[in-house]
């Protein structure tokens, strides 16, 4: 779906306030995410929960896993 300019104002504010407040981008997920921020979208979501991950593994948990996929017979 082609977004106008007031639209695309309104994804680049629900975007940028995405880390700190996610239930007002809920709600205009539901409605459709314009194919424009769907990649950026998707990577501020992994990035905020690899964040939560890495706060509660500590920061060198993706290595760590890394490291032991690595040392499998998989």
């Given at each position: 779906?082609k977004t ?5 104002q ?5 975007l940028?306030?995405?880390r ?17 921020f769907r ?10 929960n690899v964040?939560?991950?890495r ?11 890394g490291?032991?996929l690595?040392?499998?017979e998989?």
């Amino acid at each position: 779906a082609k977004t106008t300019p007031v639209d695309e104002q309104l994804w680049r504010t629900l975007l940028n306030s995405y880390r700190t407040n996610s239930s007002n981008l809920k709600t205009h997920l539901r409605r459709g995410l314009p194919n424009q921020f769907r990649a950026e979208f998707w990577r501020l979501a992994i990035e905020k929960n690899v964040a939560d991950l890495r706060l509660a593994k500590g920061s060198n948990y993706f290595q760590h896993l890394g490291d032991l996929l690595a040392k499998s017979e998989v």
